[in-house]
DNA sequence: GCTAATCCATACGCAACCGTATGGAGGCCG
DNA sequence: CGGCCTCCATACGGTTGCGTATGGATTAGC
């Protein structure tokens, strides 16, 4: 493909095609050679910017956890009172394909990722509550006062993201409404 | 384990194994050799009852399919009026783990396959569409107006599932209070 | 009780992948 | 130019799983 100048690649860029490879063909895509075709080079280039498959792996999900959580949160305008900020976040979860890594649909190839790699499973609990503690404290800045308010909005952008359903900002601006 | 009276296997005790398997350890745990182990058997028994892995999986998703639908149908009480039944059906996808093969998180599991298997993402599909059409006619029977209901009850029954949330029976009451 | 069909165990060749070892191409600095 | 450091290509042994072949064990029919 782009080869033109014998592009010496970094570890950045390995763990960047892990993304790519995740989101496109599922946990089973993310192996040393496989990798390594996609990027045009051999496992050579992978056993010297990793040391094993296990090390690729954690760093993946160390990459992809902080960036996943301060992603979310930049996107929020602090000039717009809760009530805005809460909508904002709940229709660019829904509409959006995914928040980073170029419009892939990352997340629902990391909960599948999770069913067989128990680590991966923690950091997305954490994900998840952490990201549910955002959206409890913007519900009750909002004046909503139900409880379970919190985890419908999160779980139905799980579902509208694990369906790709294309009206999910529809949907979600339903749910918002009776609120 | 349970080897006393030298347990001949079906084709469709394989089938079991395999939706057990999947449940559990996700797509990457249909292999044949780790399936003969679970079952205390070994491969030439896989290979007798069916031609070859894909064989083997197709004819899982050709189970699944049919029987995880009539099931939600089978499900709902005809007496009901067409509300009682939507929300029973919308209950019952929320707390339940799963509908059928023993109250294992199966669905995820094979969201989660779909992602690498072209064939399955199709039933899966096909799954999704019907499911919403009887939602679909379940909320015009209810009254309920808005063409986006059918799709939110839906995508947040997956979410739950996803998530596996204790709490979803209370966040799916709450989606059905605003319709 | 003999035969035939059904079902499973074992052994083999094959392919894919992992991780390592080793050498080579290219830049940077003296 | 010479030496060093970074990064990658290639080759190898080991492991795992697939699919086949073949024989043994169990059951059913007659």
């Known amino acids: 493909m ?3 100048p014998r ?4 570890a950045e860029d390995w763990l960047m095609a892990g993304f790519r490879a995740l989101a496109n063909h599922g946990p089973s895509a993310l192996r040393a050679e496989a990798l390594a075709r996609d990027l045009g ?3 050579g280039s992978f056993y010297w910017h990793f040391k094993d498959l296990p090390d690729y792996l954690a760093k993946l999900i160390m990459l992809w956890e902080p960036r996943a959580f301060s992603d979310i ?4 305008d602090p000039d717009l009172p809760p009530r ?6 709940c229709l660019l ?10 419009g892939i649909a990352l997340e629902p190839a990391l909960r599948a990722w999770a069913l067989s790699a128990p680590d991966v499973a923690e950091a997305l609990k954490r994900m998840d509550m952490r990201r549910i503690e955002v959206l409890t404290d913007l519900c009750i800045g909002s004046g909503i006062t139900d409880p379970a308010a919190p985890r419908a909005l999160y779980a139905l952008a799980v579902g509208i993201e694990a369906l790709d359903d ?4 529809e949907v979600m601006r339903l749910l918002l409404r009776g609120l």
């Open 93 to 102: 979860a829904a509409g959006c394909r995914d928040l980073s890594y170029g």
């Open 166 to 169: 294309d009206a999910g900002t």
């Open 2 to 4: 782009t080869q033109n």
């Open 73 to 76: 949160l930049a996107s929020l």
């Open 84 to 89: 805005g900020r809460l909508e904002q976040l």
């Open 41 to 43: 080079t051999t496992k």
């Open 7 to 10: 592009p010496r690649l970094s």
